[in-house]
């Protein structure tokens, strides 16, 4: 089990090395614009998933898997020339994501912006359905007591029966 920082660091040149080699070595023209978007490397680094995107609809993205999937040995060989280290990894090619889950939170938001918009146009000539002041306040005669009536030692700070507190 290889420490997760050198893990990291293979997985980050194995990035690379995809990169280098589909842009330099593949000439597949079922290749679309496809961009190499992170690599993950298991603990033992025998194995590597390499995500990927495509520009495009799903026609482009099915042949951009379909290229990738056939040019798998050379982009390994590859890999193993650039890495130097004694066992290459696997590779496995796997379409990202996250450009799909980012619109769908776009539309979400969207959505939820039109609704905030909506209830902020309802609210705009809303009244309160009860008094204007809701909170109850103390009636005049109380006010005019003061605190002191409400503590059971009185305001001098004796107690009921005379005794002072100490």
């Not at 609704?115 to 000539?125: E, M, T």
């Amino acid at each position: 089990m290889a420490d997760p920082t050198r893990a990291r660091k293979i997985a980050d040149r194995i990035k690379v090395i995809v990169a280098s080699t589909l842009e330099k070595r593949i000439k597949d023209p079922r290749l679309g614009f496809v961009t190499i978007t992170d690599v993950r490397v298991t603990g033992d680094l025998q194995h590597a998933t390499v995500f990927y995107t495509v520009y495009g609809d799903d026609e482009q993205l099915e042949g951009t898997q379909a290229a990738l999937n056939s040019a798998k040995g050379l982009i390994r060989s590859e890999v193993g020339k650039g890495l130097q280290i004694r066992l290459t990894p696997t590779l496995e090619f796997v379409a990202d994501a996250v450009p799909a889950a980012a619109a769908q939170l776009d539309d979400l938001l969207a959505k939820a912006a039109a609704r905030d918009s909506q209830v902020a146009a309802l609210a705009a000539g809303a009244r309160p359905a009860g008094e204007a002041d809701p909170y109850r306040r103390p009636a005049q005669d109380e006010a005019a007591a003061g605190p002191e009536a409400d503590e059971p030692g009185g305001a001098d700070g004796t107690s009921e029966d005379g005794a002072g507190q100490a």
